[in-house]
């Protein structure tokens, strides 16, 4: 089992940046995959970002081209640069690890975006 604890949420004003930190209580080398969703008052969770053990990403299209996921296998964590954020960012984001046999989440954290 992982435990993953995210962190480097906030509130920020709309064209400012933040960094998301998701931190493992284990080793995510062998995870396949790890990613960010969001959840906004009134939606469903969707997925933010991917990136696979070989380093591949994937965004959803709302945020291609402002938001940047990477992992640092070394010290076990996961993060997700936001750029030019804007309102509709607003969401609690969620840490996933993803595997064949497994599928953790992390407990959330706010991120605001005020216009």
């Known amino acids: 089992q992982v435990q993953l604890v995210e962190s480097g949420g906030g509130l920020v004003q709309a064209g400012g940046s933040l960094r998301l930190s998701c931190a493992a209580s284990?080793?995510?080398?062998?995870?396949?995959?790890m990613s960010w969703y969001r959840q906004a008052p009134g939606k469903q969770r969707e997925l933010v970002a991917t990136?696979?053990?070989?380093?591949?990403?994937n965004y959803a299209n709302s945020v291609k081209g402002r938001f940047t996921i990477s992992r640092d296998n070394t010290n076990n964590t996961v993060y997700l640069q936001m750029n030019s954020l804007k309102p509709e960012d607003t969401a609690v984001y969620y840490c996933n690890a993803w595997g064949a046999t497994y599928n953790y989440w992390g407990q959330g954290i706010q991120v605001t975006v005020s216009s």
């Open positions: 284990r080793s995510i080398f062998n995870i396949n995959i």
């Open positions: 990136i696979s053990k070989s380093g591949s990403t």
